[in-house]
């Protein structure tokens, strides 16, 4: 499983983001993918998780209402729309796959059991 993350840029505070994760190598319907990120000088965090179907969707506190999870099957591609950015939401972004949800439900509070994990794509918001 390979996992490519990119869509990431220099933005100023209040604006919009939107970051692509493509899936290969095994059959995308068979992951639930994850966001995470990584802020300098900090360990990574989870962000965000959607199931197979795109259905159950799972946010951390700090990003409910800003950001959006979406899946489109038919492209292998996962989004998370970013909104209203925050200096604070400065990180490397990572995606991650899993095959059961509450692998990965689990992984945005404790920071493990995800299986496969692609490259980051950076986000800077600044003014």
């Known amino acids: 499983v390979q996992l490519q993350a990119s869509g990431g840029g220099s933005v100023q505070p209040g604006t919009s983001l939107k970051l692509s994760c493509v899936l290969s190598?095994?059959?995308?319907?068979?992951?639930?993918i994850g966001w995470f990120r990584q802020a300098p000088g900090k360990e990574r965090e989870g962000v965000s998780c959607i199931g197979q179907e795109g259905i159950s969707k799972n946010y951390v506190d700090h990003v409910k209402g800003r950001f959006t999870i979406s899946r489109d099957n038919a492209n292998n591609t996962v989004y998370l729309q970013m909104d209203s950015l925050r200096p604070e939401d400065t990180a490397v972004y990572f995606c991650?796959?899993?095959?059961?949800?509450?692998?990965?439900?689990?992984?945005?509070?404790?920071?493990?059991?995800?299986?496969?994990w692609g490259k980051g794509t950076l986000v800077t918001v600044s003014s």
């Open positions: 991650a796959a899993t095959i059961t949800y509450l692998k990965c439900y689990n992984a945005l509070r404790w920071n493990y059991g995800m299986d496969y």
């Open positions: 190598g095994r059959p995308f319907t068979d992951y639930v």
